[in-house]
C-alpha cells in the first residue's frame, strides 16, 4: 500500500465478501499484445475462484484460455468519498470436466446473453489485492473524520 494515501489494505477474506456482492467486474487481459480490458457478469465458486460464463466462440475464451487475467470490481459511493476496489489475478481456464461442467450449470454464473456452446471460464485466484477508501466511510459503515 502507498503510504498516508486514504486508502487501507483489506485482508484477502474480506476482498472475496466484497467481491461476493457486486455482480459486474472487469477483466484484463492481454490483446495483440495491448492491455484489453472488458465488464462481465461474473460469481464467486466456493473455493473462492472467479466464474464466467460466455459463448465457447467468443474472442474472450480464445484470448484468456491459459493466460493469466486480472478480474477487478469495486463500489464508489461518490457523494460520501467511499468505496472499495478488489482486484484477483490468476490463470483463467475454460472448465472442461464434464462433472463439474454440469455443476455448474446449475450454481454458475449465468450469460447475460445466452449463447448455445456457453462454457464457463474458472480464475483461480493466486493474487487477491483491495483498497477500501477511508477518507468517507468505511465499508463497515463507521465513519472515518480527517
Known amino acids: 500500500m502507498y503510504a498516508n494515501d486514504g486508502f487501507r489494505e483489506l485482508e484477502r477474506q ?17 490483446r495483440r499484445a495491448l492491455p484489453a480490458v472488458l465488464p462481465v457478469n461474473f460469481s464467486l465458486d466456493h473455493d473462492g475462484a472467479v466464474l464466467l460464463c460466455t459463448s465457447a466462440a467468443s474472442e474472450l475464451v480464445r484470448a484468456i ?5 486480472a478480474l477487478e470490481a469495486d463500489e ?19 472448465v472442461t470436466d464434464p462433472t463439474e ?4 450449470v ?14 464457463f471460464v474458472r480464475i483461480e485466484p493466486e493474487l487477491v489485492t483491495g483498497r477500501e477508501l477511508v477518507g468517507g466511510h468505511s465499508v463497515h459503515g463507521v465513519g472515518i473524520s480527517s
Open 14 to 30: 474480506e476482498c472475496l465478501r466484497l467481491l461476493a456482492k457486486v455482480p459486474v467486474g472487469r477483466i484484463v487481459h492481454t
Open 101 to 104: 461442467h454440469e455443476r455448474l
Open 76 to 94: 464508489v459511493d461518490a457523494a460520501a468519498h467511499s468505496g472499495w476496489s478488489v482486484v484477483v489475478t490468476g490463470a483463467a481456464s475454460v
Open 65 to 69: 484460455d491459459g493466460s493469466v487475467v
Open 106 to 119: 446449475r450454481t454458475g454464473p449465468r450469460s447475460w446473453v445466452p449463447w448455445w456452446d456457453e462454457v
